[in-house]
């Protein structure tokens, strides 16, 4: 059976149809749009209508090529934006007026627990780290037992916070920032302190380690399971800090619809190795869109 995956993200909206069988997925198509649902998210508890609209509209195109791709089943979820805003049952109605699907608004523990089933299978006591635009999740599994936390800090947030007009930024005070307020709370609620493995999954690893592999496009075969040091990690968010809004998005690419979120994206994703003391990280293509379509199969 052919089935199809619809996440709505505080940043972006992603499709994933893939065909199942006995609970393998192969996938047969994915896709990703800038949407900006969150945009205004540290002003207002209530979402944008012009942000509702564009998203809902790519939801109901992205529905229309989930069919065409052969889809008998189609989900849609959203994350983090959505389950804060005052107005959720709005844009619920939205979504469900333009689709006819009802809208799945998941919690972090369940967006975590996704990301997880997505992109760790085959690991020994894995970590997961999903940095999002409105929230960023740690899961862990030691001897069987899942641990998830997610808090509210990530990519658009963090720039609507300290984001500067010529979109030059300085890394220290994000870092302290994080450093003070959220990446030590993943220490008291899972057990990452015993996880010898930490896979990154999402836009902020897989892009930041495009860019330092020089590669100006996605793909998803040399990300898979690619290992990226701290240090080159490090090198790669800090040339990208350096440079103003423009060149920055020159240099990225493709990957320009990220470049004005990308280093506070990455800033989340620094402190918490830092912390922790990971020098490296597994970067996953398989994510939460995965898990979603897993977690479905097997309920």
Do not use: H
Request: glycine share 8%; net charge neutral.
């Amino acid at each position: 059976m052919i089935k199809a995956v619809i996440d709505i993200g505080t940043n972006s909206t992603r499709l994933f149809v893939a065909k199942i069988k006995e609970n393998k997925l192969n996938t047969i198509l994915k896709m990703l749009s800038t949407t900006r649902l969150g945009e205004g998210i540290l002003s207002s508890p209530f979402m944008l209508e012009k942000a509702m609209e564009r998203t809902s509209d790519k939801v109901k195109e992205f529905v229309l090529i989930a069919k065409e791709q052969g889809a008998q089943e189609i989900y849609v979820y959203a994350t983090a934006v959505v389950r804060e805003a005052k107005n959720k049952d709005v844009f619920k109605k939205m979504i469900l007026d333009k689709t006819g699907i009802e809208l799945d608004i998941i919690s972090g523990q369940t967006e975590g627990e996704i990301a997880f089933l997505g992109s760790a299978s085959g690991f020994e006591n894995p970590a997961v780290i999903d940095i999002g635009g409105g929230s960023t999740e740690v899961v862990t599994k030691t001897n069987g037992v899942l641990s998830a936390l997610s808090l509210k800090t990530g990519g658009v947030r963090l720039k609507e916070q300290f984001e500067t007009p010529s979109g030059i930024i300085d890394i220290a005070p994000i870092k302290e920032f994080l450093l003070k307020n959220y990446i030590p709370q993943y220490m008291d609620s899972t057990d990452i302190k015993n996880a010898k493995t930490l896979i990154g999954v999402s836009g902020t690893p897989t892009t930041l380690l495009s860019l330092s592999l020089g590669l100006k496009e996605y793909s998803p075969s040399k990300i898979q399971n690619g290992i990226f040091l701290k240090k080159d990690l490090d090198d790669i968010l800090y040339r990208l800090a350096s440079l103003t809004k423009d060149k920055r998005r020159e240099f990225s690419g493709d990957f320009k619809e990220r470049a004005d979120i990308i280093v506070f994206g990455g800033c989340i994703l620094s402190s918490f190795m830092e912390y922790y003391n990971f020098d490296n990280i597994v970067v996953s293509d398989r994510d939460s869109l995965e898990g979603y379509l897993i977690k479905k199969a097997t309920e």
